[in-house]
């Protein structure tokens, strides 16, 4: 990927769209000394670019009912390409893994799971090791969360 630079004008377009993406064109332009059309161009560039790549509404779990966050340590004994391919297909129809990650360490995957209560992950977890063979998975259930966010830090 080509490495494109940014500005500090791009940079707080960034900003801006992170925290929220349903203002204007214009009072975005507002924000950082740009006339709408020239704004605009800057989204579109950015766009193009891959900087942004899609722009969502951020629910509430809780309002949702999925007031429990498990993170979820697998290990496997099985490391081919073709187990790791109907693995991460699998886990992937699963909408209530909301995060999946291959690691390095001791753990070789980690998930994040939202449920609606345990009973709920009990359900989720009997899918989950429905998908393929696992060695290993350890559940831990989050007491409080207290920093989640979406936005990615911009540096200049």
Same mark, same amino acid.
């Given at each position: 990927? /080509?490495? @494109?630079?940014?500005? =500090? ?5 960034? +900003?801006? %769209?992170?925290?929220?993406? &349903?203002?204007? !064109? ?22 193009? /670019?891959? @900087?942004?790549?899609? =722009? ?5 779990? +809780?309002? %949702?009912?999925?007031?429990? &966050?498990?993170? !979820? ?22 909408? /209530?893994?909301?995060?999946?990650? =291959? ?7 980690? %998930? ?45």
């Amino acid at each position: 990927m /080509e490495n @494109f630079s940014l500005d =500090r004008i791009d940079r707080r377009i960034l +900003e801006i %769209l992170q925290s929220d993406a &349903t203002r204007s !064109v214009v009072e975005i332009g507002e924000a950082v000394g740009l006339s709408a059309t020239p704004c605009w161009k800057r989204i579109k560039r950015l766009e193009k /670019e891959g @900087f942004i790549e899609r =722009r969502v509404a951020i629910l509430s779990r +809780e309002r %949702l009912g999925l007031g429990v &966050t498990v993170i !979820v340590a697998i290990r496997t004994a099985r490391h081919s390409e073709e187990w790791l391919e109907v693995f991460a297909a699998g886990v992937s129809r699963i909408p /209530e893994v909301v995060e999946f990650y =291959r690691m390095s360490g001791e753990i070789d995957y980690l %998930l994040k799971i939202v449920a609606r209560d345990i009973a709920d992950y009990d359900r989720i977890y009997r899918k989950l090791t429905k998908v393929a063979d696992l060695h290993d998975v350890s559940s831990s259930f989050a007491m409080q969360e207290i920093k989640s966010t979406t936005a990615l830090p911009l540096f200049d």
